[in-house]
């Protein structure tokens, strides 16, 4: 095994524990909220989607910020102050403290934790060439999807014990997953090139044409993404009577089945072009998500379920892949955190529009807001596809064609 692959290995390890100490609480703070402080869905919703705004802000900050002081840098501080936040809100949970002190720590958590994505990804795009960039990232996803696995059943069982004692882990594994990459990884200093920050002029990389494209489509499939904790959620108790437990069991078959196909996946997308795995990745989200408003029950939800963790193994390495490849090396970091912030945008907006949907249009016609989805789905992936005309051969993931060899003809 080479130094870059056990390297790769590390961040992804990394990468696995926070997703399961994320799991280990996060998911349960609205069930707190609600059972024990009383609080109104209706602000819980809108606590949710200010948060990831907020964390939209952070992901694009952190791009600039690890450009200048490095990835390494900019992730162990990160996960030091979310451990801390997390401790934070273990603290008020047991000491009983009002519920706005508890959000206040969430809002903090949110932003600090935001921070770590764009800057792992931007040092895993330092120390891989174009060809080897979407290995690496389906790497990430496969420990991140294998901590989302894990995470939500013991979650479940704490929470059942104590919403402090999940929280009080969950800041235990970030703070582990901190001290794991600070004694093992190292930045590419050559690459990671020194530059006075300027936030306000970070926005106009985005009149590089290909970049605001890429982020504009990134946004449109993370609307629909969006939709899997809680669009996904509300529909399989209110229309199908679900269980929690059952709910959470669907979101374990989603994860175990990136764990086990994302390296097939992976293969698959280093063989063709980004963009078109891209489209692929959004026409398997649609099919997936489109299904879920026919289906019958807890069997017919998880074919859907499939088709969708389908999807989103191409389209999330896939699309960071792309993200830096059309990135200048000194502005790697800020590219991907523009990257990351149409993300995390998309994904509040999604998270809105879910809520508007279940109570505006599933009591219509059920289906009805899954067909939305599946409408923007492939709007989406359209969208991807026509990038085949605007980036390069290279930059769209294909590898250069070596010059054929001029032969002189024989003498006779």
């Not at 909220?33 to 989607?49: F, R, Y």
């Not at 959000?103 to 935001?114: D, E, R, V």
């Not at 901590?147 to 704490?158: E, Q, R, S, V």
């Not at 390296?263 to 997308?269: E, H, T």
Request: hydrophobic share 55%; aromatic share 12%.
């Amino acid at each position: 095994m080479t130094e870059k692959t056990k390297s790769l290995i590390i961040i992804a390890v990394a990468n696995g524990l926070i997703a399961f100490g994320y799991a280990l609480s996060i998911p349960f703070l609205t069930i707190y909220l609600t059972t024990q402080k009383h609080v109104e869905p209706g602000i819980i919703g809108i606590m949710l989607a200010a948060a990831m705004f907020t964390t939209a802000a952070a992901s694009a900050i952190s791009g600039e910020v690890s450009d200048n002081f490095g990835r390494k840098r900019v992730m162990v501080v990160s996960l030091f102050l979310r451990s801390m936040s997390m401790l934070a809100i273990a603290a008020s949970i047991f000491f009983d403290a009002h519920y706005v002190v508890t959000i206040a720590f969430h809002f903090a958590g949110s932003f600090l934790g935001a921070f770590f994505r764009p800057a792992s990804n931007a040092w895993i795009a330092d120390n891989t060439n174009n060809a080897e960039r979407v290995k690496a990232f389906g790497y990430i996803r496969i420990g991140i999807n294998l901590g989302w696995t894990l995470g939500p059943a013991m979650g479940g069982f704490l929470a059942n014990i104590s919403y402090s004692l999940g929280f009080f882990l969950t800041a235990i594994t970030f703070f582990t997953a901190m001290l794991y990459l600070k004694l093992y990884i190292q930045d590419a200093l050559k690459k990671t090139l020194r530059r006075k920050s300027h936030f306000i002029k970070m926005f106009a990389e985005l009149k590089d044409a290909n970049l605001s494209r890429l982020c504009f489509y990134n946004f449109l499939i993370s609307i629909v993404s969006a939709q899997l904790v809680v669009g996904l959620s509300l529909h399989a108790v209110k229309c199908l009577n679900l269980t929690e437990n059952a709910v959470g069991l669907l979101f374990s078959i989603q994860g175990m089945s990136v764990v086990l196909l994302q390296y097939q996946a992976s293969k698959f997308i280093a063989k063709t072009r980004l963009s078109a795995a891209l489209a692929l990745g959004c026409f398997l989200y649609a099919l997936g998500y489109g299904s879920v408003g026919f289906a019958l029950g807890f069997y017919t939800l998880i074919v859907g379920m499939v088709f969708a963790a389908l999807g989103e193994m191409l389209v999330l390495p896939a699309g960071h892949s792309l993200a830096s490849n059309i990135a200048p090396d000194n502005k790697r970091g800020r590219f991907l955190g523009l990257y990351v912030l149409s993300n995390q945008a998309g994904v509040s907006t999604g998270i809105l529009l879910a809520g508007i949907m279940m109570q505006n249009l599933s009591p219509i016609y059920p289906p009805l807001p899954w067909l939305v989805i599946a409408a923007i789905a492939c709007i989406a992936g359209a969208a991807f596809l026509s990038l085949k005309k605007w980036v390069s051969c290279e930059q769209d993931g294909l590898k250069p064609r070596r010059a054929m060899p001029i032969t002189k003809p024989m003498a006779r």
